[in-house]
């Protein structure tokens, strides 16, 4: 259960103000020494996290976040997996455009594209229930070779 929220008492007058007496009440959340020590501690962010600094327990979390991010929400996902199969398709053209304009290490590039293909569609596959990143990187794969694909079309017409 959380604990209540301090009250401060301001009885100060404004100087900008007219003349007259009152009392505010104005909750007040941890300062910052509060909140670094309630960091450290492990009181916010993942506490079984073996570091205790700020930036690493924001680092660790990230995970958790974002999949506290993604839960119950099919249109963010939906969302997310058409950016990273667009992120793909533009990566690809650009893949192919500048390797094929110049006529330069076209071999590599192929090899390296056919690779992170095979490389993703392992690791994909093989998991027995694929998280976000993967998932994401499958649609970035996709679009790829989406990508490449249209660019075939392309050349051959």
């Given at each position: 259960?959380a604990k209540?929220l ?10 900008f103000?007219p003349?007259?007496?009152?009392t505010?009440?104005?909750?007040l959340?941890p300062?910052?020494?509060?909140h670094?020590?309630?960091l450290?501690k492990?009181q916010i ?14 680092f660790?979390?990230?995970p ?5 991010y993604?839960q ?11 950016t990273?199969f667009s ?14 304009a ?15 293909c ?5 690791a ?5 229930s ?12 996709l679009?790829?070779i989406?990508a490449?694909?249209?660019?075939a079309f392309?050349?051959?017409?």
């Open positions: 259960m209540p301090k009250l401060c008492t301001q009885t100060t007058m404004p100087t103000l003349v007259f007496s009152s505010v009440q104005v909750p959340g300062t910052r020494r509060q670094r020590r309630m450290c492990g962010g993942r506490p079984d996290s073996p570091l205790r600094t700020r930036l690493a327990v924001n660790t979390s990230v958790y976040r974002l999949d506290m993604f119950n929400s099919l249109w963010r996902k939906t969302i997310w997996s058409v990273a992120s793909g398709y533009y990566a690809a053209n650009t893949v192919s455009l500048s390797f094929g110049l006529a330069i290490n076209d071999v590599i590039a192929a090899a390296t594209t056919v690779g992170f095979e490389v993703v569609s392992r994909y596959w093989s998991s027995p694929p998280g976000l990143a993967l998932a994401f990187l499958n649609y970035f794969k679009g790829v989406a490449l694909i249209a660019d392309k050349l051959a017409g």
